[in-house]
């Protein structure tokens, strides 16, 4: 059992930046892929962003070169750097942590607004 909790979003104005924060508690954090996931109004939720326990990095096109995904498996963290945020990236992003033939734990997921 993973219990996942995110932090950082907020309101920020096109061409801004935001890091979330994701808190991982329960065994074996290091075993689990992590990802960032978003889910705009009336869409579907979308993958962001993953990280394999090997560091594998994985992006979405449309955040590719704007957004960093890291972890700290010392900290039991995963985090997403938002940079040149962008209307369209307005939507709640949630934490994801996945582990071959177990099931998907979720976060309940942070608010990221961009506007002026």
């Known amino acids: 059992q993973v219990q996942l909790v995110e932090s950082g979003g907020g309101l920020v104005q096109p061409g801004g930046s935001l890091r979330l924060s994701c808190a991982a508690s329960g065994r074996l954090f290091s075993a689990y892929t992590m990802g960032w996931y978003r889910q705009a109004p009336g869409k579907q939720r979308e993958l962001v962003a993953s990280i394999s326990n090997a560091y594998r990095t994985n992006y979405e096109d449309s955040v590719e070169g704007r957004f960093t995904i890291s972890r700290d498996n010392t900290k039991n963290m995963v985090y997403l750097r938002m940079n040149n945020l962008m209307p369209e990236d307005t939507a709640v992003y949630y934490c994801?942590?996945?582990?071959?033939?177990?099931?998907?734990?979720w976060g309940q997921g942070t608010q990221v607004t961009v506007s002026s």
């Open positions: 994801n942590a996945t582990k071959l033939g177990g099931p998907p734990f």
